[in-house]
Structure formats: structure tokens, C-alpha cells
């Protein structure tokens, strides 16, 4: 499968759960139903608003970055939560190898976390480049599986949009 049909939420999952992963590739959306993706959102759109003029949309390949700093290269990323801090620097590095990938170079991204007033910086670094080829290659197996992958009960299932898809 070419690298530009996966968007960032496929590294995400396979990190997470391979069985969300499947279903996300083939489809299967349920994140429109959860009020903690909607919290989400809200923090991402509300926090550090003053900033705000110099943030802009950018699309690279299969991936839409919500802010990007095109004078200072940065891709920021708000998140609720650092409880997965690294699924969040696993979705800005991929974010930073397609910018690569696409003639955008020299840029760094920042992950934060405004309830915990905490800023984690983000570098696309030759372990990271590849570590991008070796999920690539996880990801195409996962998703040319005939059939769904099995659920896997880990501790933060309870709060997945796909819980009562998986366990009920």
C-alpha cells in the first residue's frame, strides 16, 4: 500500500490496538460518538488562544496538521491528557516525516498538555525515520488481514469509543 493513505490516526492505532486500527482503515468510525474525543477537540481549539493568528491548517499527503507555525516550523498538538505521551510524539513525528516526505523541511513540533501546563518538544530524528518505515510495514500487515484482529483488553479500553463494538 503507497505511504500517502495512511493518515496519522493509523500510527496512533497501531500503536494502541491493532484491532482499532483494522476497523479505522476499513471504515468503522465511532470517535464522532465520544464525548472524550469531543473534550478534546474543544481543549485543542480553546487552549493558548491568544496565539491563535499565527497557527494555520496545513495538509501534507494523507495528514492534516490543525496547527502549524509556517514562520517557525512548528507543528503543535494540544492534548487532554500525557497519560499516552508516546502515541502523541509518534503522531507529530509522523506528522514531521510526511512534511518531510513533501518538500517541508526543518520543521520541530510541540506537543502540550495545558491542564498540566506541560510542553513536550518533538524531533524527527534518523530513529524516528525509521521506526516510520518499520510501523509502515506493521501497519500494511494489520490492515490486509482478512478478518478484524481480536480485541485485546488493556487498561484503557474502558474509555474507547469502540468498548461496547469490542466487550458488550
Not at 492505532?13 to 474525543?37: F, I, Q, T
Not at 490543525?66 to 503543535?76: M, T
Not at 510526511?98 to 495545558?114: D, F, K, L, N
Request: proline letters at 4%.
Amino acid at each position: 500500500m503507497p505511504v500517502d493513505t495512511y493518515d496519522a490516526s493509523h500510527v496512533t492505532y497501531l500503536l494502541l490496538c491493532h484491532r482499532k486500527l483494522w476497523l479505522h482503515h476499513h471504515g468503522m468510525r465511532m470517535e464522532d460518538n465520544s464525548a472524550d474525543v469531543h473534550v478534546g477537540k474543544i481543549i485543542g481549539k480553546n487552549a493558548y488562544d491568544r496565539r491563535a493568528q499565527r497557527w494555520r491548517e496545513l495538509v501534507v499527503g494523507p495528514v492534516k496538521i490543525d496547527h502549524y507555525d509556517p514562520k517557525a516550523r512548528l507543528v503543535r498538538e494540544v492534548k487532554k491528557s500525557p497519560k499516552l505521551e508516546y502515541v502523541h510524539v509518534a503522531q507529530v513525528q509522523y506528522y514531521l516525516w510526511q512534511m518531510e516526505r513533501h518538500g517541508v523541511t526543518g520543521a520541530s513540533g510541540v506537543i502540550e498538555y495545558p491542564k498540566q501546563r506541560k510542553t513536550v518538544p518533538v524531533v524527527l530524528d534518523e530513529e524516528a525515520r525509521g521506526k516510520m518505515i518499520g510501523w509502515l510495514s506493521e501497519i500494511d500487515r494489520i490492515v490486509s488481514l482478512e478478518v478484524t484482529p481480536r480485541a485485546i483488553l488493556k487498561s484503557y479500553c474502558g474509555k474507547c469509543a469502540f468498548y461496547d463494538f469490542c466487550y458488550c
